[in-house]
């Protein structure tokens, strides 16, 4: 099993460009979700899906997009990049969230935007 | 609204000393509780959970009690190693919820 695989593992962008982040998990889990990670707040939730065909916004979506067109996939797409979306984002998986069930997180992707 | 704060760091501990990283949570249900740990240029790992209260989460000679009176889950080790250091994280999710909640994060470094 690759778990949860993340590409790119860098990316510099420049302000107004659009990008998009890939997410990938091969343990057939049903939700997935994006966090940033900033100094001083922690991971935040940005979107998150509980099955194909199904996502649903977290804390900070504004300027994100995501799909889930599979139960593998779930990229973000960054529209139009602004300085604030420097961070680095990780996604995450898991069977279940009933239970305790727990997260898979990604090597995590760094994103800086000028 | 569902939260949890966690003490702030950065915490630096000599080899052997005793560690006790503190989280409290303010949650709408009945939440689970969970200990992740993120060592440098790494994604976040699970260390602990519980999922009811007075459960205690142990692992890797980590532990972490599920106290619903206090709404606390605080972290202890009893001989933290340099190995040890990293950032941990504390977080929930209700257990009729769908969004895992995260603090802030506390940075942990340990010095031989």
């Known amino acids: 099993n690759a778990g949860v695989t993340q590409t790119p593992k860098f990316q510099v962008l420049k302000t107004g460009q659009s990008m998009t982040l890939q997410c990938a998990q091969d343990m057939n889990h049903e939700y997935m979700s994006w966090y940033r990670q900033d100094p001083g707040m922690g991971l935040r939730l940005i979107h998150y899906?509980?099955?194909?065909?199904?996502?649903d916004q977290g804390e900070v979506p504004n300027g994100y997009n995501v799909s889930r067109s599979t139960t593998e996939d779930f990229p973000l797409r960054l529209l139009s990049a602004a300085p604030s979306q420097t961070s680095v984002y990780f996604c995450?998986?898991?069977?279940?969230?009933?239970?305790?069930?727990?997260?898979?997180f990604g090597p995590g992707t760094r994103l800086t935007v000028l | 609204g569902d939260s949890v704060t966690q003490m702030e760091g950065p915490v630096t501990l000599s080899e052997e000393a005793f560690l006790t990283i503190n989280c409290t949570y303010t949650?709408?249900?009945?939440?689970?509780l969970f200990w992740y740990v993120q060592y440098p240029g790494e994604g976040l790992q699970l260390l602990l959970k519980?999922?009811?209260?007075?459960d205690k989460g142990s692992n890797k000679g980590f532990e972490a009690t599920y106290r619903k009176e206090t709404t606390s889950f605080h972290l202890e080790k009893g001989s933290v190693q340099v190995s040890d250091s990293a950032v941990y994280f504390c977080?929930?999710?209700?257990?009729?919820?769908?969004?895992?909640?995260f603090g802030t994060g506390t940075s942990l470094t340990v010095i031989p």
């Open positions: 519980a999922t009811k209260a007075d």
């Open positions: 899906s509980v099955g194909a065909g199904i996502t």
């Open positions: 977080a929930l999710i209700l257990n009729t919820g769908n969004q895992f909640y």
């Open positions: 949650a709408t249900g009945y939440p689970s």
């Open positions: 995450a998986s898991s069977y279940e969230l009933a239970g305790g069930a727990e997260q898979f």
